[in-house]
C-alpha cells in the first residue's frame, strides 16, 4: 500500500482525540474511568519493563508501549548534550505554544488535541508545482516550501513516515533552518534507516535537539506517540509534576 507521500505505507497511526479541550486533561487521552484504568495498567507494565528515572526514560516508554515491544527502547537515540535535552526542548516548545509541523496527514491524526495550544499542521499538500517540476517525492517538496515559509523555525518537526522528508529536513537545517525539536521515526527498507542518520548527523551537527530511532522500524503511531509524550511532559510541567531543567 502506498500512502498520500507517494513512499512505503507506514503503521497506522493512533486516532486524533476529538475531545472537547475543556476537558480535564489525561494522559494517554484517556477520559472515562474505565480507559484510564486500562492506560494507568498498560503504563505500569511498560515501567516494569523500562527504567522510570529521567526525562529520557519517559520517551523510551512511549516507543515500548506504542509498539508493544520492550526491546524498541534500546533503539531510541537522543541527540543532544545530554539524552534529556531533546524532551526539555521540545516540552519548552509546547508550553511555547509553538507549531508541530508533520510530514503527512497520518501523524497529524495521531497528535492529541488536548494538554496543549500548539497549531498542528502538516506538510504534505504543499510544494506539489515544486515536487512537479523536479521530480522530487511530494513529501520532499512540501517540507521544502514549508521552509521556504519559515513554518519549521522553532518549531516541533515531526517526521513519521516517508524517508525524503527527514532528507529533506536535514537538508533544511544544514541551510540555517533551526526547530526547537526534531522527531524523526520514518519507515521502511529504503533510505529509512539512512534519512535519520543523516538528520541525527546533521542535527548534532547544528545544535538542534532531536528524537530518532536506529534500524528500518517506525512510522506514523511511534512519531505520534512520542510527540505526544513531549505534550504529556509540558503539561506534568505546567502543573509541577516536573521540574525542566
Known amino acids: 500500500m502506498t500512502t498520500e507521500s507517494g513512499e512505503t505505507a507506514p503503521d497506522e497511526a493512533s486516532g486524533a482525540d476529538d475531545a472537547d479541550d475543556t476537558e480535564e486533561y489525561a494522559d494517554l487521552g484517556a477520559t472515562t474511568a474505565d480507559a484510564m484504568a486500562i492506560a494507568e495498567t498498560s503504563m505500569d507494565r511498560?515501567?516494569?519493563?523500562?527504567?522510570?528515572?529521567?526525562?529520557?526514560?519517559?520517551?523510551?516508554?512511549?516507543?515500548?508501549?506504542?509498539?508493544?515491544?520492550?526491546?524498541?527502547?534500546?533503539?531510541?537515540?537522543?541527540?543532544?548534550?545530554?539524552?534529556?535535552?531533546?524532551?526539555?526542548?521540545?516540552?519548552?516548545?509546547?508550553?511555547?505554544?509553538?507549531?508541530?509541523?508533520?510530514?503527512?496527514?497520518?501523524?497529524?491524526?495521531?497528535?492529541?488535541?488536548?494538554?496543549?495550544?500548539?497549531?498542528?499542521?502538516?506538510?504534505?499538500?504543499?510544494?506539489?508545482?515544486?515536487?512537479?517540476?523536479?521530480?522530487?517525492?511530494?513529501?520532499?517538496?512540501?517540507?521544502?516550501?514549508?521552509?521556504?515559509?519559515?513554518?519549521?523555525?522553532d518549531a516541533v518537526a515531526v517526521v513519521g513516515n516517508a524517508p525524503t522528508a527527514a532528507l529533506a529536513l536535514a537538508d533544511c537545517i544544514e541551510d540555517g533552518t533551526r526547530p526547537a525539536v526534531v522527531v524523526a521515526t520514518p519507515v521502511g527498507f529504503v533510505k529509512a534507516a539512512e534519512s535519520r542518520q543523516r538528520l541525527r548527523e546533521v542535527a548534532a551537527s547544528h545544535g538542534v535537539p532531536a528524537i530518532t530511532n536506529v534500524g528500518r522500524r517506525g512510522g506514523s503511531g511511534l512519531a505520534a506517540g512520542l510527540t505526544n509524550e513531549l505534550v504529556h511532559v509540558a503539561s506534568d510541567a505546567r502543573d509541577g509534576t516536573v521540574q525542566l531543567p
Open 46 to 153: 511498560v515501567r516494569e519493563l523500562v527504567p522510570d528515572e529521567t526525562l529520557a526514560d519517559r520517551i523510551r516508554q512511549k516507543s515500548v508501549h506504542a509498539t508493544g515491544d520492550p526491546e524498541f527502547q534500546h533503539l531510541v537515540r537522543f541527540t543532544g548534550e545530554r539524552a534529556d535535552e531533546p524532551v526539555v526542548a521540545g516540552a519548552r516548545a509546547v508550553r511555547a505554544e509553538r507549531p508541530i509541523v508533520t510530514d503527512i496527514t497520518m501523524v497529524k491524526a495521531g497528535i492529541t488535541g488536548r494538554g496543549h495550544d500548539c497549531p498542528v499542521r502538516k506538510a504534505i499538500g504543499n510544494g506539489s508545482e515544486l515536487a512537479e517540476r523536479t521530480g522530487m517525492t511530494r513529501t520532499a517538496a512540501s517540507v521544502l516550501e514549508l521552509d521556504r515559509e519559515g513554518v519549521y523555525d
